[in-house]
């Protein structure tokens, strides 16, 4: 099931929308009106699809994304869609600090259609099941990664993020890093340091890659970067998890 939280100033076309969706046993629908009630849904619900429009106030739209674009909690994996004028979306683009958390924008005025191809597009995303540190942990322990490392925790982190935002690997360095810097506590800088580091034992260690079929993946012989190496195993783990 699709969980998918619609946050919209205009009761009217919102309520519309939801009752419209509802008849689809696929889609679990809830609304908001207000920046401090979507925040509280979104905290509570931990929706898959995030519809936002601009009657909430284009300021209040960028509060609203630039709260929840914290590093999720691991089973809290949301695409952002908003309804804007291509004013607001010039405005929005401007000032949003992570625009990249925007999967599209939907011109005005609102189109039931439009919106729904959209949801449609997402959803077979959801199929797969929730990734969470002890199914990577194994792998690593295989490649003789000490788990416990700051850097096999960025490096999970990394993993557990692109597999519910694969678009998010055209922004590894300045997105995901800064998300994980972020929930850490902690600097872009040593995110990236950190996960290079641990990467940097697999090109002096031999791998038998017969010991797992993933392993079959990688070029021991050259250096594997971060982005090979999380691309790799977060899409390994997305066709896993839809096969299971």
Do not use: W
């Not at 995110?191 to 791998?207: A, F, G, H, P, W």
């Amino acid at each position: 099931m699709v969980k998918i939280l619609v946050a919209s100033a205009d009761v009217f076309n919102n309520q519309n929308f939801c009752n419209l969706l509802t008849n689809d046993n696929k889609f679990f629908i809830q609304n908001a009106f207000t920046v401090s009630d979507t925040l509280d849904k979104y905290a509570t619900m931990q929706p898959n699809v995030l519809i936002i429009g601009t009657s909430l106030g284009v300021s209040n739209c960028i509060e609203i994304i630039n709260k929840i674009s914290i590093f999720p909690n691991v089973s809290n994996n949301c695409y952002t869609i908003i309804v804007a004028t291509r004013q607001e979306t010039n405005n929005i683009i401007e000032q949003l600090q992570n625009f990249s958390r925007v999967y599209k924008i939907l011109d005005k005025p609102f189109n039931f259609s439009q919106a729904i191809d959209t949801i449609n597009e997402i959803a077979p995303i959801f199929i797969i099941n929730e990734l969470t540190f002890d199914d990577i942990r194994p792998i690593l322990l295989l490649l003789n990664i000490s788990v416990s490392s700051k850097g096999a925790i960025y490096l999970m982190s990394a993993i557990i993020i692109c597999y519910y935002y694969p678009f998010l690997l055209e922004n590894l360095e300045n997105d995901v890093y800064s998300r994980i810097a972020n929930y850490y506590n902690t600097t872009h800088d040593k995110v990236r340091e950190n996960i290079r580091n641990t990467l940097m034992t697999l090109d002096n260690s031999y791998i038998d890659a017969n010991k797992f079929q993933l392993f079959k993946l990688f070029d021991f012989k050259d250096n594997t970067t971060p982005k090979q190496f999380i691309e790799i195993v977060s899409t390994y783990f997305r066709q896993k998890k839809r096969n299971d």
